[in-house]
């Protein structure tokens, strides 16, 4: 009779020392740990107050943080850990790669196809891109889940301990933590830039009242970027500026945070982007494949499908095939009447043979309000600049 197959989860690492060892030794255990769980790499820092309160408050202040009001939100939390967990002392941060800076290889069809060929020719209908994060399943779920056994671990060998996990929707400064934690610096398009993953990664961390012992920042320089302008001058739509982004510009906030009509003029510039944006990733040095690059890999969730779409066939979606399309990944906070939207503007981007469908969402029917607006602008938009 065969036997259950292995956890792959199960560590061969022994026990998680406990309170009698030294934070060192409880270090050396979390980081390896980490690593045997998946993800690619880990660090500690002390839980303390941000550093960053002055700038965050002026980004807010000015609007840069645009359709995310959820950014105003809990600012005193995001800025001293400690109020989101009280008693931590220490933040055990993980990176997970998702991509390895190969190539982008989506299915992406002609620009200017016949408007014969659409009904008849599956390869020449237009097809919008999805970013390559957004590819896999929900990382929040993944990566919260895996860190999850770590603290289970943690806090059975550490009687009295608890602690919180945080993956990108609770208030942290999670970039900040990373870099605090030796494991990178913050790029010119604000993203974590790793020497070995470059900024293909997602982060979580896990806020306890264990004291671990900080890794700290590591010895590469202050400034990854130099003189390099690479990601601002690739922006289409000009919203990085050095350190900041404005996300009332940011192609991956007008897809994925805004619920409203899109600027015209915005929207014009967002090319086949129908989910969340990878150009400043693309451009950036740290970020081209390389032998090292290579060997590190990726995880292997994110290796799949699900990188373009048909976007006549979006511009008729239900929710439940929208949730069926993007199963139980990040995308899914996308509302059907904002993918319609967002197919509308990526169809009126690849060129005028498409009108004829923009002209059939605009006159009403089934389509989503947010969909005949958006198609009414563009078709507007084109006929001015005739």
């Known amino acids: 009779m065969p036997g259950r197959p292995a956890d792959p989860h199960l560590t061969a690492l022994g026990d998680c020392p406990g309170p009698e060892a030294t934070p060192e030794e409880r270090t050396r255990w979390a980081l390896a740990r980490a690593l045997e769980l998946g993800f690619h790499a880990a660090g500690v820092c002390v839980a303390a107050p941000s550093a960053e309160g002055d700038r965050l408050r002026a980004w807010l202040a000015a609007g840069k943080h645009g359709a995310m009001g959820w950014m105003r939100d809990h600012v005193d939390t995001r800025l001293d850990v400690r109020a989101l967990h009280p008693g931590a002392r220490s933040v055990l941060v993980v990176l997970l790669r998702y991509s390895d800076g190969s190539p982008d290889r989506v299915e992406r069809a002609p620009a200017e196809s016949a408007t014969a060929n659409m009904a008849t020719c599956p390869a020449h209908r237009p097809r919008g891109r999805v970013a390559r994060y957004a590819r896999g399943p929900d990382y929040h779920d993944l990566m919260k889940r895996r860190l999850g056994r770590l603290q289970r671990e943690l806090e059975r060998a550490n009687p009295g301990a608890t602690g919180r996990r945080t993956c990108d929707i609770e208030p942290a400064m999670e970039r900040e933590l990373a870099v605090r934690a030796g494991l990178g610096r913050i790029g010119k398009h604000t993203l974590l830039i790793s020497p070995a993953l470059g900024s293909w990664t997602l982060i979580a961390s ?79 040095p740290h970020n081209q494949p390389t032998r090292r690059s290579r060997a590190v890999g990726a995880h292997p969730s994110w290796a799949g499908g699900n990188g373009s779409f048909d976007l006549l066939a979006m511009l008729d979606w239900t929710d439940s095939q929208r949730r069926a399309a993007w199963r139980a990944g990040a995308l899914r906070r996308m509302s059907a009447s904002m993918a319609a939207r967002n197919a509308v503007w990526a169809l009126s981007n ?37």
Do not use: F, K, Y
């Open 350 to 386: 690849a060129g005028a043979s498409w009108d004829s469908a923009l002209q059939r969402v605009a006159s009403g029917g089934a389509a989503p309000d947010l969909a005949r607006d958006a198609a009414r602008d563009a078709l507007s938009a084109r006929q001015r600049a005739r």
């Open 206 to 284: 896990l806020v306890t009242t264990v004291e671990l012992a900080p890794t700290g920042p590591g010895p590469e320089p202050e400034d990854p970027c130099q003189s390099c302008t690479r990601c601002i001058d690739a922006c289409p739509t000009r919203a990085i500026h050095p350190w900041s982004v404005d996300a009332s510009r940011c192609i991956s906030a007008l897809t994925l945070e805004d619920r409203g009509n899109l600027d015209p003029a915005l929207a014009s510039l967002m090319g086949d982007w129908i989910g969340g944006c990878d150009i400043c990733q693309e451009v950036c």
